[in-house]
């Protein structure tokens, strides 16, 4: 009887299993349908639009969902740029380091969004990164806006990767 028992609930173990293996693959597939940025990223000045002054910029981005750490080198009116940040895409809000800025980034299905929150200069700026369907071409959309100082300034970073 016992063993009768025990191969009635083993096969039904086996029938369920299918059932409980399908949600993790579909969540699975679901992140992998996510671009990876990792890679060297140069600045097509021709096909951007850009804040006043930037004359070029290149970013390196290593790329290990939910992390995303970025080094940033540029130039600006002459001036040499270079930073590093790196973001937790989970939808929480976090320290970002730099003026007292907070950030909270997320997935909008494949457009990694993030939205940074300079309290000191009553800043906000949405960050919009794309990557297209070949992975040779990264899209930044900014938007800023500001209380005090600007309404809804917008730049376009066209990047190419090297």
């Known amino acids: 009887?016992?063993?009768?028992?025990?191969?009635?609930?083993?096969?039904?173990?086996?029938?369920?299993?299918?059932?409980?293996?399908?949600?993790?693959?579909?969540?699975?597939?679901?992140?992998?349908?996510?671009?990876?940025?990792?890679?060297?990223?140069r600045l097509n000045i021709d096909k951007s639009v850009v804040e006043e002054g930037i004359?070029?910029?290149i970013v390196k981005i290593d790329h290990n969902d939910?992390?995303?750490?970025?080094?940033?080198?540029?130039?600006?009116?002459?001036?040499?740029?270079?930073s590093s940040v790196m973001y937790i895409i989970d939808g929480k809000e976090r320290p970002l380091g730099q003026r007292n800025a907070r950030h909270t980034s997320k997935w909008e299905g494949r457009t990694l969004?993030?939205?940074?929150?300079?309290?000191?200069?009553?800043?906000?700026?949405?960050?919009?990164?794309?990557?297209?369907e070949d992975g040779k071409t990264r899209i930044l959309d900014t938007e800023q806006t500001s209380e005090k100082k600007y309404?809804?300034?917008?730049t376009r970073y066209v990047f190419e990767k090297q």
């Open 151 to 154: 309404r809804g300034r917008k």
């Open 113 to 132: 969004v993030t939205r940074i929150v300079y309290p000191d200069d009553d800043v906000v700026t949405i960050n919009r990164n794309t990557l297209s």
């Open 55 to 57: 004359q070029s910029m």
């Open 1 to 41: 009887m016992r063993s009768h028992l025990f191969n009635g609930t083993l096969m039904k173990l086996l029938l369920l299993l299918p059932c409980l293996i399908a949600p993790l693959s579909m969540a699975q597939d679901h992140i992998s349908d996510r671009p990876n940025f990792t890679g060297v990223w």
């Open 66 to 82: 939910p992390v995303i750490k970025m080094e940033i080198e540029g130039v600006r009116r002459g001036q040499a740029l270079k």
